[in-house]
């Protein structure tokens, strides 16, 4: 059974997915070999089930590099939001999730980077893109002050712990402290001591009691004896300030021998921080962009007005990307208008884009399918707007030159990158071309070579043949 047939069994048996929803899915997951070859990791596609905890594994596919991080298939497999809550969260909310930890249907832990896959504005599946972090699950807590055989008792009571999901996977990138049936702080992790050093513990915490490591007054007998000892995670989130920085803090009863009691803190100083930025910015600055935004419009208009008073065709085809090319910047003026800060979400510049070039190149005998995946990210309005014109010419000549000859094509917009340096490809399954003979004096070439160069400080490469056409943006994210 081919994957198409696979994906429309699995969904007519355990969703109530659409024809229209499934063939979506099915279109996406005809790039999900591209992905993994760019990710360098295991790929997936899931879609959520009747039960709103259960998703289904419905594609898959491994690089060829053999970093995969399974032995077998997993198609048709159940991920439950126990193990996998990153992917049952894009599921529900259609939020991507980054670095989210996750366990695997073959017991190892994995990161997770998670994108929603929309059909008329409804999440209809999740690609997943995961990474093998088990060893650096080890090797990030630490365990002390005990005899080497407390030591190794205790910590293979905690790795059950995690294995068996008393500690939540997604939370171990915060900091954790395990303290025991006396109160007393027997397993922390690095971002634990990180936390307590920036706010003034100059020693090691190792050992120390909770009720001097308790951030939000509470102490240890008044924790442990308002559970009544079953394992409940703490219903509401408490919310503290100390000093400069912001926490939230769970608790969880454990019903280990020697382990009692699991604190995680979470670090939403940043949040914080970025709350009040936006909240000192002026209003006059949104107000200034939708203005511009507002004449560039009008200029796009009177260039169509222009466009159909041309007899000659030459024209018209270079009025028409001219207006391409004014809405592409109009697009980071619409959406500073809405907001005060002046970083942009690259994934809706593009989304804006895609959706201009629909409208202005429409053709009924051609169907021309867009696809963005990726993660998004944020960067200033200057090299945004330098972004939504390389990614309008790309788009534009896919449609000129990629499916010159063809009734139908895909386009791949992929978003990787970490937190310096981002990667932008485009890619069609268009008839190619040889790069050796491309045509330097293309003025859309000349812009995407001048702004990646000028504007951007990135490099630009090309790969063409008889398959398609991958373009590739690398960049770093702060001058």
């Not at 942009?344 to 051609?366: D, E, P, Y």
């Amino acid at each position: 059974m081919n994957n198409s047939a696979t994906i429309y069994a699995l969904c007519k048996k355990y969703t109530d997915l659409t024809d229209l929803d499934i063939k979506k899915v099915m279109e996406v997951s005809k790039s999900l070999e591209i992905m993994a070859e760019f990710y360098e990791s295991d790929v997936f596609i899931d879609v959520m089930s009747r039960d709103n905890d259960i998703a289904i594994v419905v594609c898959e596919a491994k690089p060829s590099s053999g970093k995969s991080v399974y032995n077998s298939s997993v198609v048709g497999e159940k991920a439950l939001r126990k193990n996998e809550p990153g992917a049952l969260r894009t599921l529900k909310t259609g939020v991507p999730s980054r670095d989210i930890r996750a366990m695997t249907q073959e017991d190892r832990f994995v990161k997770q980077k998670v994108f929603p896959i929309t059909n008329e504005k409804k999440v209809v599946g999740v690609i997943i893109v995961e990474k093998d972090i088990s060893d650096e699950i080890k090797e990030e807590f630490s365990i002390g002050n005990l005899s080497p055989l407390k030591q190794k008792n205790i910590s293979h009571q905690f790795m059950t712990a995690i294995n068996s999901n008393q500690i939540i996977n997604n939370n171990l990138g915060d900091a954790i402290l395990i303290f025991d049936k006396e109160g007393f702080l027997r397993i922390k992790n690095v971002k634990a001591d990180t936390y307590y050093s920036n706010i003034g513990y100059m020693d090691d915490i190792q050992g120390i009691h909770y009720d001097n490591l308790s951030l939000d007054n509470t102490t240890f007998d008044q924790v442990v004896y308002s559970y009544d000892g079953n394992i409940v995670e703490q219903s509401e989130k408490n919310e503290v300030k100390v000093g400069k920085y912001y926490f939230v803090i769970k608790k969880i009863i454990m019903k280990e021998r020697d382990l009692k009691l699991a604190m995680i803190i979470s670090d939403i100083t940043e949040i914080k921080n970025k709350e009040a930025e936006i909240i000192s910015k002026s209003v006059a600055i949104r107000e200034i962009h939708h203005r511009v935004k507002n004449n560039l419009q009008t200029v796009a208009s009177l260039l169509r007005i222009q466009s159909r008073r041309c007899t000659s065709e030459e024209a018209k085809i270079n009025l028409q990307e001219s207006v391409s090319r004014i809405l592409a910047i109009a697009a980071t003026h619409e959406i500073l208008s809405k907001q005060i800060s002046d970083l942009i979400s690259i994934t809706n510049v593009i989304n804006s884009i895609m959706l201009n070039i629909k409208r202005c190149f429409n053709n009924a005998s051609k169907q021309i399918e867009i696809n963005l995946v990726g993660e998004d990210f944020y960067i200033d309005s200057d090299r945004a707007t330098a972004i939504a014109l390389i990614i309008n010419e790309l788009i534009q000549n896919c449609y000129d030159h990629a499916f010159e000859d063809m009734t139908e094509g895909e386009i791949e917009i992929l978003i990787e990158g970490d937190e310096d340096y981002k990667i932008i490809a485009v890619i069609d399954n268009g008839k190619g071309f040889n790069v050796e003979e491309e045509n330097i004096d293309s003025l859309g070439l000349s812009i995407v070579k001048s702004y990646v160069k000028d504007k951007l400080i990135g490099n630009i490469n090309i790969y063409s043949d008889g398959k398609g056409t991958k373009v590739i943006l690398d960049f770093p994210l702060f001058k």
